[in-house]
């Protein structure tokens, strides 16, 4: 069955270090895959996103993400995090037909 | 991208009541999606809302708790009925940007069944 993997369930960084959040997926195609992040009491805003071409998408907020078919992942990046970064990051795979399945998320917390 | 409003924001409900949470955007689109995101967990489509049909529902998920109204292309509401403490969770309303699954969601409507 089609589903997607955030292994991390929480990360704790330092602000000003750099950042990657693991997302692996398992579908047949390649799929179109999304990065979300919710901020505590909001709905959530999409970051980036990867249909096709280049395997590194640059998002907002200074984030990027790599598509690596040979391992079915799709890493969430930021060289250097700031304090507003803390949030829950939500991984995401299209798999047509409106169906859009979501990881579980990673919660992103971000030490002084 | 879609601005989509919520209505309400949150709420405390008691157990054995109804809630009807409001979606709007601003402009018109074909299909409104239905999330619940129960606490700590991820989000879960529970319907798919058409104008002028009648929603689809995911497994697990029914018209007689989960009623969704579409009377026009900018506007959807979710019914929580009958609800008990496990209907505790954020409900998200989302609109997609074509049809590749970006989706743009409203702020949520957090929900607590006492």
């Known amino acids: 069955a089609q589903s997607v993997t955030q292994p991390d369930i929480h990360i704790t960084v330092s602000e000003g270090a750099s950042l990657e959040l693991r997302c692996n997926y398992s579908?047949?195609?390649?799929?179109?895959l999304f990065w979300y992040v919710q901020s505590p009491g909001q709905g959530l805003q999409l970051l980036l996103k990867?249909?096709?071409?280049?395997?590194l998408v640059q998002g907002i907020k200074g984030f990027e993400a790599e598509f690596k078919r040979s391992q079915s992942s799709f890493n969430l990046r930021k060289p250097s995090v700031h304090w507003s970064d803390a949030a829950e990051y939500f991984c995401a795979v299209f798999l047509g037909f409106q169906k859009l399945v979501f990881g579980t998320g990673t919660r992103l917390l971000v030490s002084p | 991208s879609a601005v989509i409003s919520q209505k309400p924001s949150r709420d405390i409900c008691q157990r054995g009541t109804s809630l009807t949470i409001q979606c709007q955007v601003d402009s018109q689109v074909t299909m409104m999606f239905w999330y619940r995101q129960q606490p700590g967990q991820s989000l879960t489509l529970i319907a798919t809302?058409?104008?002028?049909?009648?929603?689809?529902?995911e497994s697990g998920f029914v018209i007689d708790k989960f009623p969704i109204s579409r009377p026009n292309l900018t506007f959807s509401t979710l019914t929580v009925s009958n609800m008990s403490p496990e209907d505790s969770s954020i409900y998200l309303c989302?609109?997609?940007?074509?049809?590749?699954?970006?989706?743009?969601f409203g702020e949520g409507s957090r929900l607590t069944v006492l």
């Open positions: 579908y047949g195609a390649t799929p179109y």
């Open positions: 990867y249909f096709s071409g280049d395997t």
């Open positions: 809302a058409n104008q002028g049909s009648e929603a689809t529902y």
């Open positions: 989302s609109v997609e940007q074509g049809n590749t699954g970006e989706l743009f």
